[in-house]
């Protein structure tokens, strides 16, 4: 009895290890579920939600940033909601190699900006993601056969000249496949590099200074142009004021003269009123009233003569008037 005694109490004593342990393991295993459970995201992501028991994808589009439940054995497939950058440069050996409309070999170093579609990010990881991160070798991989297979359409002379007209044209169209095959957006597009034939290089640099010459040459002739209009404005408009001022000038004088007639004929008809009642009240006529007239003139008379200023006049009968000269109040006789 003792020994089945010792017995059972060993085999309590397992039984509640073995309870112990148990127990112990299933709440090890509830905090790896809640542990799980959890997940977070960033305001620069999106996600999918991927069990990797089951390995299998949620199509449930994660795009709002913060502490979110996936469930056990669940994690975030993360991709990013922000502008991201291809680049083919001499940095990283993939500068592409293509030529030009006109056969000429062409190296070509550009890079351009994507944004992936939230709305099909379930069909991008579904259709082209193999591993996780895969889409990013296929859209370079199409963006190098779109832009080298555009850049067969533009000739070496539009490469070295309109570089942003062929960015836009290479942007639109991959833009365009993207959106209906990549379910992502191309947002811009920069050739930084397009490396010619050095001959060509050469030949279009001699024929822009030649351009650029000419170009100076016809703004010059155009300078001189309006140069010359303005200096013929400026002598019309000189030779306008010439005339105006002649105008004014025979104004002027056809006024004076004018002026001076008018004097002239009310003086003449005043000296007529005056020697009229002369010879009326004198009775003066003939050689008489004209010897009145001289020595009346001789004397400073007349209608001009001043009444405040007396002058003493002689009058000599019987002297020739040609021969008399009146200086100082003395006559003399020659």
């Keep these: 009895s003792h020994r089945f005694y010792c017995a059972a109490t060993l085999a309590r004593g397992?039984?509640?290890?073995?309870?112990?342990?148990?127990?112990?393991?299933?709440?090890?295993?509830?905090?790896?579920?809640?542990?799980?459970?959890?997940?977070?995201?960033?305001?620069?992501?999106?996600g999918l939600k991927y069990n990797w028991v089951l390995q299998s994808v949620s199509p449930d589009i994660i795009n709002t940033p913060g502490l979110k439940i996936v469930g056990p054995f669940t994690t975030i497939l993360r991709y990013p909601r922000t502008i991201q950058t291809i680049s083919y440069?001499?940095?990283?050996?993939?500068?592409?190699?293509?030529?030009?409309?006109?056969g000429l070999p062409l190296i070509l170093g550009l890079s351009f900006q994507y944004r992936l579609l939230p709305d099909g990010l379930y069909h991008l990881y579904r259709r082209f993601e193999n591993s996780y991160g895969d889409y990013e070798r296929l859209f370079k991989l199409m963006g190098i056969h779109i832009t080298t297979e555009l850049a067969t359409k533009f000739t070496a002379y539009q490469f070295f000249n309109e570089k942003q007209k062929i960015a836009e044209v290479m942007r639109r169209e991959l833009d365009q496949h993207f959106q209906e095959n990549?379910?992502?957006?191309?947002?811009?597009?920069?050739i930084n590099e397009d490396d010619l034939p050095e001959a060509f290089t050469r030949t279009i640099l001699t024929a822009a200074t030649g351009k650029q010459?000419?170009?100076?040459?016809?703004?010059?002739?155009?300078?001189?142009?309006?140069?010359?209009?303005?200096?013929?404005?400026?002598?019309?408009?000189?030779?306008?004021?010439?005339?105006?001022?002649?105008?004014?000038?025979?104004?002027?004088?056809?006024?004076n003269g004018r002026a001076d007639a008018a004097i002239i004929d009310a003086y003449v008809e005043a000296e007529i009123k005056a020697y009229g009642k002369i010879h009326?009240?004198?009775?003066?006529?003939?050689?008489d009233l004209l010897k009145y007239m001289w020595y009346d003139t001789l004397g400073g008379g007349g209608v001009a003569a001043s009444a405040e200023s007396p002058q003493d006049i002689e009058m000599l009968f019987g002297v020739n008037p040609a021969a008399y000269i009146s200086e100082g109040g003395a006559p003399r006789r020659y």
């Design 14 to 46: 397992v039984m509640s290890e073995a309870l112990s342990i148990c127990g112990r393991g299933c709440l090890a295993f509830v905090l790896v579920l809640l542990w799980t459970s959890w997940a977070s995201i960033s305001p620069t992501e999106m």
């Design 89 to 102: 440069d001499a940095e990283d050996h993939d500068l592409l190699d293509g030529r030009t409309k006109d």
């Design 182 to 190: 990549l379910f992502a957006t191309v947002e811009s597009l920069q």
């Design 213 to 255: 010459n000419i170009t100076r040459m016809e703004k010059m002739r155009d300078a001189r142009i309006v140069e010359f209009q303005t200096s013929m404005i400026v002598a019309q408009a000189q030779a306008n004021v010439t005339i105006q001022k002649a105008f004014g000038e025979r104004h002027r004088i056809l006024q």
């Design 280 to 287: 009326d009240e004198l009775g003066l006529e003939g050689e």
